[in-house]
């Protein structure tokens, strides 16, 4: 192709520069109308206006309902649900788009909710629908407020709000940007998650997602009612399950470790819960992974009662195998627990105790429980709390459960046996209670030891309260237990002198058993008569009784048993 001639070229170039002129005059003449127009008296007064992006409009009926809805509030307001006519204001400015209208909606609501003493008529739930799906910022913060204040009055059913379809809305203000609204949205989740079948509804809306999120928040707001609400959600076995496979674990593990002791105690209670739950052990529980226990036995010593105790719960419900109860007194959890006993809440020390139960159960750890330091502890125990069921019944078995191990004599020197006869003299002791202090106290009476100081602390109260007891046959276990402690403290001069005054109590219960269907009380009554008899007044006193002709029918009736078996065996020989 040619190069153009130096006449083309100038063409070019004046046209470049006309272009260039028409260009600048045609930028500067827009310029200038746009300023004369700016300028213009017709748009100043709506200046404010203009720097709004959007603004809705305001409807005639709802600038009437507005204006009604006042008068209503300024004349007659009062601490009670509205009437139809102005329920149905309220209902008009909640749905409106104009977020005035919305927040005024809003206001009442939550003022309504820090002052009224009445439940809340269903329809006026209605209105939170459209105030919790409202854009407003202010309006989210009010309506969600609102809502946990009535909720935590008690003022609206819980059922019913998801019923009413308001949980929706609800969980999308979990992903709300703004702190308050996170915060409010979790609390009532939180309070809603104590229904068991809200629970079920909250999992299936996948709400459980967004909680263990904010329940990582910085803010300590968000964070107490993100973690109370995933306790709430774990008392549900299918919950669970989600949560497992949703990250949980590891998550309410670190929290363990919070400042705050309100996460501490829903993180943990909420582990607790997981932790009933045995097919949960082996993910909590990982092999080489010790953090979780180490962390639970650090909380043992939390100067939180509310978290000590839980610790407590969750550790025992860990502690199902002989491997991890191993495992949490190697970590140095006896001391802890010993102080824990000394508590003055009944809830740590009823926990601490029954903890403590746990791990004696393992012949392994029996040893090394068996310390002086804890059966002092015991001992102690007994003596303060001889009513509390809890307290007597744990007590009781885990010094059945020692008494096992080659440290017994450390239990026959303790104040514990004390501790267990003084008890059986309370009258509030329960059923259950009293069934577990006889047992163990007819274990011990197995040893010589421990039989010589059950006699030291012997006196008339306790010997009226055994055999009282050996003839209260409605108690089975009771009845049979205190009456071995008879038989067994009987070769003692001082206890025979007390037994002495109840001749008549003795010879009664005696005669029950010696004609029970039950053969270890028929036993037990045969070896008791024996003993007794080679004392001379017992010996007279059963001779007038006809004793010994009760004893002569058991005979006959053994021999004819023992023959109608040899019979048996022989046929069944041939």
């Not at 009293?434 to 030291?456: D, F, I, N, P």
């Amino acid at each position: 192709m040619g190069q153009l001639c130096g006449r083309c070229v100038q063409l070019l170039r004046d046209f470049v520069a006309f272009v260039q002129r028409m260009s600048s005059d045609l930028v500067h003449g827009i310029k200038e109308c746009l300023t004369l127009i700016s300028k213009c008296s017709c748009l100043k007064q709506n200046s404010s206006k203009a720097r709004q992006l959007y603004k809705p409009i305001l409807q005639p009926h709802e600038r009437v309902t507005a204006q009604e809805f006042l008068q209503h509030i300024e004349t007659g307001f009062e601490m009670s649900p509205l009437g139809k006519d102005p329920l149905e204001a309220l209902r008009t400015l909640a749905f409106s788009e104009n977020p005035g209208l919305q927040q005024s909606a809003a206001l009442y609501y939550l003022h309504m909710s820090q002052h009224m003493n009445v439940p809340l008529p269903v329809e006026h739930l209605e209105p939170f629908y459209a105030l919790l799906r409202s854009a407003d910022l202010e309006v989210q913060q009010m309506s969600s407020l609102s809502l946990v204040n009535f909720l935590l009055e008690g003022h609206i059913d819980k059922e019913l709000v998801v019923q009413m379809g308001l949980l929706e809305p609800i969980l999308d203000l979990l992903e709300s940007e703004d702190p308050t609204v996170q915060c409010n949205s979790c609390a009532c989740t939180m309070t809603l998650a104590v229904s068991e079948s809200n629970r079920e509804a909250i999992g299936a809306a996948q709400g459980v997602t967004p909680l263990l999120c904010l329940a990582n928040s910085y803010d300590p707001r968000v964070q107490q009612n993100a973690v109370g609400a995933i306790f709430n959600l774990t008392q549900s076995e299918k919950i669970q399950q989600v949560l497992c496979k949703e990250g949980a674990l590891p998550v309410l593990t670190l929290l363990l470790e919070s400042p705050d002791s309100e996460v501490q105690y829903y993180s943990c209670a909420a582990l607790s819960n997981v932790a009933a739950n045995v097919q949960h052990h082996e993910a909590m529980l990982r092999p080489g992974n010790r953090f979780l226990l180490q962390t639970l036995i650090s909380l043992l010593s939390s100067s939180v009662d509310k978290v000590s105790s839980q610790a407590c719960v969750c550790l025992r419900n860990l502690a199902t195998s002989a491997d991890i109860q191993a495992k949490m007194v190697t970590e140095d959890v006896l001391p802890k627990l010993r102080s824990l006993l000394a508590s003055g809440s009944e809830a740590v020390r009823r926990a601490s105790i029954a903890l403590l139960w746990i791990l004696s159960q393992h012949p392994h750890n029996q040893d090394t429980l068996a310390c002086a330091e804890l059966l002092q502890s015991l001992g102690m125990l007994l003596s303060v709390h001889k009513t509390d069921p809890g307290i007597v019944g744990h007590a009781a078995c885990i010094i059945k459960n020692l008494s096992l191990s080659k440290n017994r004599q450390r239990i026959i020197e303790s104040p514990c046996i004390e501790g267990l006869l003084q008890t059986m003299l309370s009258t509030d002791i329960q059923e259950d209670s009293l069934h577990y202090v006889t047992s163990c106290l007819a274990e011990l009476a197995k040893q010589e030891g421990a039989t010589l100081r059950m006699v030291q602390w012997m006196d008339e109260p306790l010997t009226k309260c055994l055999v009282r007891l050996a003839g209260q046959l409605e108690h089975t276990e009771a009845s049979f237990q205190a009456a071995s402690i008879i038989k067994y403290t009987i070769g003692h001069e001082k206890m025979l002198l007390l037994l002495k005054r109840h001749v008549g109590e003795i010879q009664a219960y005696l005669k029950n058993f010696l004609t029970h269907q039950e053969i270890r009380f028929q036993q037990l009554g045969i070896s008791t008569f024996g003993r007794l008899r080679e004392d001379p007044e017992f010996s007279l006193a059963f001779r007038k009784s006809q004793m010994a002709k009760l004893l002569e029918q058991v005979r006959q009736q053994t021999e004819e048993t023992q023959e109608l078996l040899r019979a048996a065996i022989c046929h069944e020989d041939s």
